[in-house]
């Protein structure tokens, strides 16, 4: 292999960037649920992209006062039918918890307001599929947030991938250690919440790094002594695909480690001409043919807010195009799915089929 890489990985390669000024100033973004992360992680990112925050929205009064008066936005309420009535908010940002979910997205579907739901989509399956169909029927654009994927550390590892340096990707390893066992939070309250809600985020990348969706999944939890969480904060999840993918992908996340300096993420890659590893904040490249030589790259930007402005510049581009967005709701019906098999899996204790 020849030692010039047949790719870039400049931080203007993977940081995602807004669309045209011309996309961004065509669409009125209405925010309903002004809670933390919103305000934390969606209207900072949206400020620093440029985009319309027109109205928001919150059954506290408290939050939504806040967030129109810290970001600026020109109307604020506590009524949801006063955002879809306006005609100046062109789009919902749905940031209220997956619970309260199906009834907004079946109101903002007949109100034919483009919809960008935040993670998890739903609780089980079948909300998430009636969620599709109700926009579907209303011929409303409806994505997903998996903001993750617009994280510029997956976006530089996805430009590895994409660059066939790597060869045929054979195995996908992802590795988490982290504590959110938290007293009080809703986390801990939350049934299943370390696969379904924050896991979402990985597996949903499993999928977009390998292209594939598995067709059986193999999962085993543990609950800790002493946790708070009602079900277990720690999973390792095996997704097994066809056999003529010649792929496979381990998912393993302890989200109940203690001591905060053995906390880290990681991801390895490895491919028939070399392996990718992404862990803190470093992506480093070993190919086949050089060995005893590393290419690495400290990686520029932040999960948080960036990718919640990459996410939503799909959403508005993608309405520009009249295209479907990636992640849509009927694209992430695939990683509710491999969710919801991987805590029967951890239940019943046998593989369960995607089906």
Known sequence: MPDALPFTLA???????????????????????????????????????????VACCDMVEENARRAAA??????WTTEVDAILSR?????????VHAAERRPLVERIAAAGKPILSQKPFALNLADAEAMVEACAKGRVPLMINQQARWAPEHRALRRVLDSGVLGHLYSVLHVNRSFQDIPGSWFVRLKDFNIVDHGIHFIDLSRHFTGLTP??????????????????????IALEYAPEAQVMATLHFNNII??????????????????????GGELSLYRREQRGRRVGWRIAGRWFPDAFGGSMGEMLQSLADGREPATSGRDN???????????????????????
């Open 87 to 95: 005609p100046d908010v062109d789009v919902i940002d749905l940031a």
């Open 258 to 279: 203690r001591t905060i300096d053995a906390h880290s993420t990681a991801w390895h890659l490895d491919g028939t001409e070399g392996s990718a590893v992404l862990a």
């Open 215 to 236: 067709r059986r999944v193999k999962a085993v939890t543990t609950t800790v002594p002493g946790q708070v969480a009602v079900s277990p904060m720690i999973y390792s």
């Open 333 to 355: 019906l695939d990683s509710i799915r491999i969710a919801y098999a991987a805590v029967e899996s951890s239940e019943t204790g046998r593989a369960v089929e995607i089906g």
């Open 70 to 75: 810290d970001f600026g936005i020109p109307f």
């Open 11 to 53: 931080p203007a390669d993977y940081r995602p960037a807004p669309p045209a000024e011309e996309v961004r100033n065509r669409y009125g973004i209405g925010l309903i649920g002004c809670g933390g992360i919103a305000r934390g992680a969606h209207l900072p990112a949206y400020r620093d992209f440029g985009y319309r925050v």
